[in-house]
């Protein structure tokens, strides 16, 4: 994995989100939530929690809402 820092992103209907800082990469689409790590990098825990619990609650709201449970 790259050492350099990037983000980059694609919206869609299967939207892509790729981070990368300090050789953490997280990766965000529509059903998956992905981090990786290099080696050496230091992988900040609160951060990492607190980005995959909004990524849960946003994925639980669109299913629900496509599901006809929850008003639009």
Known sequence: ???ENFY????????????????VRT???KNRYEVLA????????????QQ?????RERNAKVMQGT???SE
């Open 1 to 3: 994995m790259s050492e």
């Open 8 to 23: 980059y992103s694609k919206v869609g209907p299967d939207y892509e989100r790729i981070t990368q800082q300090d050789g």
């Open 27 to 29: 990766t965000v689409c």
């Open 38 to 49: 290099s080696p050496t990098a230091e992988v900040s825990e609160q951060q990492a929690v």
């Open 52 to 56: 995959l619990r909004e990524w849960i």
């Open 68 to 70: 006809g449970c929850v």
